[in-house]
């Protein structure tokens, strides 16, 4: 089974900061790969597919890269919006596999 | 628009079992793989189940092999989850997912959720 481990767990940031947050995969995925928003008591929105695609009608600051073990989600400059929990998810084989979240709050 | 609506979450006891259903609207249902993903309170995301867009191929997460199972209804672009030997770690808002295949070599990937159905494993 291949394991995402994501980093950092949280942060806290300011509006306007540029944040990063990274998955890496224990084996090589190609770029099967997607980021997800969560916010409280909602379910997930995706951001970000095929590792660096951006969703239809999610904002550009948010962008994705990656390849193989390593992916990064960053986000340019961060809104009041943007404060949300992030997870990855691998879809290179089965059993699917999310990182463990990454919780972004307000500094 | 797609939209994904669950329902049959409960409090039930440790051993019971429940079902939980998902109708499915705004796209051509058959067309495409179907995932179940919980999240237990304050936890993150766990994938838990998928089924092919005919119903032939089925996948699960260990800790729910043998005791759960997909399936779906094309006729009635209705998925489902019987979950039979709950146990107190079931407990999770389990999510109804649709799925899209972004290339042929490549197994597909959540594109929508539900909002999701609370199930409570408790005495």
């Known amino acids: 089974d291949i394991q995402m481990t994501q980093s950092p767990s949280s942060l806290s940031a300011s509006v306007g900061d540029r944040v990063t947050i990274t998955c890496r995969a224990s084996?090589?995925?190609?770029?099967?790969l997607g980021w997800y928003q969560q916010k409280p008591g909602k379910a997930p929105k995706r951001l970000i597919y095929?590792?660096?695609t951006l969703q239809s009608g999610v904002p550009s600051r948010f962008s994705g890269s990656g390849s193989g073990t390593e992916f990064t989600l960053t986000i340019s400059s961060l809104q009041p919006e943007d404060f949300a929990t992030y997870y990855c998810?691998?879809?290179?084989?089965?059993?699917?596999?999310f990182g463990q979240g990454t919780k972004v709050e307000i500094k | 628009e797609v939209q994904l609506l669950e329902s049959g979450g409960d409090l039930v006891q440790p051993g019971g079992s429940l079902r939980l259903s998902c109708a499915a609207s705004?796209?051509?249902?058959?067309?495409?793989?179907m995932s179940w993903v919980r999240q237990a309170p304050g936890k993150g995301l766990e994938w838990v189940s998928a089924?092919?867009?005919?119903?032939?191929?089925?996948h699960y997460a260990d800790s729910v092999k043998g005791r759960f199972t997909i399936s779906r209804d094309n006729s009635k672009n209705t998925l489902s989850l019987q979950m039979n030997s709950l146990r107190a770690e079931d407990t999770a808002v389990y999510y109804c997912?649709?799925?899209?295949?972004?290339?042929?070599?490549?197994?597909?990937?959540?594109?929508?959720w539900g909002q999701g159905t609370l199930v409570t494993v408790s005495s």
């Open positions: 997912a649709k799925m899209e295949r972004l290339s042929g070599n490549s197994n597909s990937i959540v594109d929508y």
């Open positions: 705004g796209f051509t249902f058959s067309s495409y793989a």
């Open positions: 089924i092919s867009g005919g119903g032939g191929t089925t």
């Open positions: 084996q090589g995925i190609r770029n099967d």
């Open positions: 095929a590792a660096s």
């Open positions: 998810l691998q879809h290179n084989s089965y059993p699917l596999e």
